[in-house]
């Protein structure tokens, strides 16, 4: 599903001050918080007003937002990206919300049940695809179909790890946390010291008749075909983020993703600038002198060009609107045709002829 724009999300204008993106989302989190609205969609409501806030408060984010929109964003942050620097626990504070504010938020976007303040467990890989596409593809974006082989969540065992009919049982070690904790008390001194429970390997559970098919480790091997969109106007070396498209992590712990890196292939024709593309096309001697209308190739087609008489080699002509659509933008950049003037040769004793006439005609052009 497509993303709404952060700033419809908070009902501001794209000039907000930071003040005014504060205080449109204290009135929504108050509204909104899991903790007061029992509704079915206000988690989702409240998820999505907290991931807009935190990338519209933070001044590098918000550029990188306002330059490439979800695009921008996706490529160069993850959600722990988004979330760490983000200061959540005063707003909540003051709301009466209390210091779990974003250690709650970080749980809901994460699946995570811990408290604040613990160590969390990882997530599973982010995988990379390099997909190459022609130069076409980028004028009208394209849906693609990859084949992806990944790590996926056990479909006899359901992640668990357990055969089929017997249940993992919560390690008494942990007591089904993953971890340890060990504390030292020296005079006023207290060290506390949190470590990855050894028995259960941080799993929580104790797995004693392992599932046949993962051998109780709740992960498979899979090939799986993954559909993607590639909008207009992609620039080379983009990365598009498949949220959840990565390898699992396992039962309790988040999948990672898939960034598919698009390269666009060199074209036998066009060059490529931003938006513009740029192309040579030869003309022959009587057409740049006498001018003419020629046939020239777009990337969707051929339009004509009417030719001046009297062109010189490199003019440059421009057709508006037959280059490519903006990235994560709106409009279309123009095509730009430089014309190379061709010097005939093996001429026939007519056309030298013709060429001699036409030299006693011309006058001097030096000095």
Not at 10 to 38: F, I, M
Not at 116 to 142: K, Q
Not at 279 to 288: D, K, T, V
Not at 348 to 365: A, C, F, G
Request: net charge positive; with cysteine; charged share 30%.
């Amino acid at each position: 599903m497509e993303k709404r724009d952060y700033y419809e999300i908070l009902g501001l204008s794209r000039d907000a001050t930071k003040e005014q993106v504060k205080d449109a989302y204290r009135k929504l989190a108050l509204q909104y918080h899991p903790d007061r609205n029992k509704s079915p969609d206000a988690e989702e409501k409240f998820k999505e007003i907290s991931e807009a806030y935190a990338v519209l408060s933070d001044d590098e984010k918000r550029q990188q937002y306002d330059q490439l929109g979800h695009a921008g964003i996706d490529q160069r942050y993850t959600y722990e990206d988004i979330f760490r620097t983000t200061d959540f626990e005063s707003i909540f504070r003051d709301l009466g919300f209390g210091f779990g504010g974003f250690g709650s938020i970080f749980d809901t976007f994460f699946g995570r049940g811990r408290g604040w303040g613990e160590e969390r467990p990882g997530r599973g890989s982010d995988l990379r695809y390099d997909l190459e596409i022609p130069l076409e593809e980028v004028a009208t974006g394209a849906t693609k179909e990859i084949t992806v082989p990944r790590r996926e969540k056990c479909d006899v065992c359901n992640g668990s790890g357990a055969r089929k009919g017997t249940t993992p049982k919560t390690c008494s070690r942990c007591q089904g946390r993953g971890q340890v904790q060990h504390v030292q008390e020296a005079g006023f001194a207290r060290f506390v010291r949190i470590e990855t429970c050894d028995r259960c390997q941080g799993r929580g559970v104790i797995i004693e008749s392992p599932c046949q098919k993962c051998r109780g480790t709740g992960i498979v091997e899979h090939t799986r075909k993954i559909t993607l969109k590639i909008p207009p106007g992609v620039e080379s070396g983009t990365a598009l983020r498949l949220a959840g498209e990565g390898d699992s992590g396992g039962s309790g712990i988040s999948t990672g993703d898939l960034f598919v890196y698009v390269m666009v292939k060199p074209h036998s024709i066009f060059e490529r600038d931003g938006s513009d593309i740029y192309c040579e096309i030869p003309i022959g001697f009587a057409e740049a002198s006498l001018g003419a209308e020629i046939e020239i190739p777009t990337l969707s087609s051929r339009a004509s060009l009417r030719i001046q008489g009297g062109t010189q080699t490199g003019t440059v002509f421009r057709l508006r609107g037959k280059g490519l659509p903006e990235y994560r933008g709106r409009g279309r950049g123009d095509q730009l045709v430089k014309i190379i003037v061709r010097t005939p040769t093996n001429l026939t004793e007519r056309q030298r002829m013709i060429l001699s006439e036409l030299k006693k005609e011309e006058r001097p052009v030096r000095k």
